[in-house]
């Protein structure tokens, strides 16, 4: 006769090996799973191997639902890397970060955002502006707090404002202390020409930068010390209104270059001498009609007003 080791306990019968859904105890009894398991290793809810339809093993038990910070991959729920809130696909495929955690791509997981940054819509870590020291958003008015301790916060409206400089210097951010401007700036963001916000009185701007008069062309300094373009040598380089290359009245450019009454001034370029004309005005039609309408009619375009 065959061996048959084991005893199937619900029907007293010996077999060969335990049915499916059931388990082998220590003395080689068949015991039914929980009715929740396809397959267990012991006697209750917390025994499970598998998992009936519809239900997903995690931890021994067969739930309807994975829990909070788990994935589902097959009929399996498995727990999300500590870093995630939740994830999808993989333990480490971050969905949400726990609080004030945000992601850093490349990578697909959480980090804790340094102090000096804030976790944008998508879950991104991204930097403060440079003058907050914490902050909810990327502007200079997203401040919460200030980045040094001599800096003043202003809650109103939620701003940070470095040290107090003199006129002609600006804050430096990285050295954290007052630099003087180029010599060339009144007043100035930062240490080149470039950065100038206003020139000083014997500088001009020219591309942006400002320049000192005796270098710049078109320029000369006058008798009360300031940088001014020169009238009359034919060049408008914009702070006059003409210049025809001389300083006579009577010609359309008077001799302090502004346009006279009667005339218009124009050049191709700045560098070429206004020619100016004078302004001729257009000629003008009037016809009535029968039925007493009236006809205006002009040489050239007109402007008009409501009093006519």
Known sequence: TSFTPYLLVDSHQCVHKCPKGYYINQHSECHACHSSCTSCFAHGSNACLSCLANLYLYDGHCIETCPRRTFQLSQTCLDCHPMCESCANSATNCTSCPPGHGKHPPSSG???????????????????????????????????????????????????????????????????????????????????????????????????????????????????????????????????????GNILDGDGCSGQCHVEEGFTCSSPLFSIPDVCQESVPPKGRLEVFDDNDLSLMFTEPVEYGVDL
């Open 110 to 244: 959480c980090i804790k955002c340094p102090t000096n940054s804030y976790i944008d819509p998508s879950g991104l870590c991204q930097n403060c502006h440079q003058t907050c020291g914490r902050c909810t958003g990327p502007e200079a008015t997203h401040c919460t707090s200030c980045p040094f301790a001599s800096w003043q916060y202003d809650s109103d409206n939620h701003r940070c404002r470095p040290p107090t400089c003199r006129p002609d210097q600006f804050f430096d951010f990285v050295h954290q202390e007052c630099r003087y401007c180029d010599l060339g700036c009144e007043s100035c963001v930062g240490a080149t020409q470039s950065d100038c916000l206003d020139c000083n009185a014997q500088y001009v701007t020219v591309g942006g930068r400002c320049v000192h008069c005796d270098i710049a062309d078109g320029f000369k300094i006058d008798h009360g010390g300031v940088c001014r373009e020169i009238c009359g040598d034919g060049k408008n380089l914009g702070y006059y209104e003409c210049d025809d």
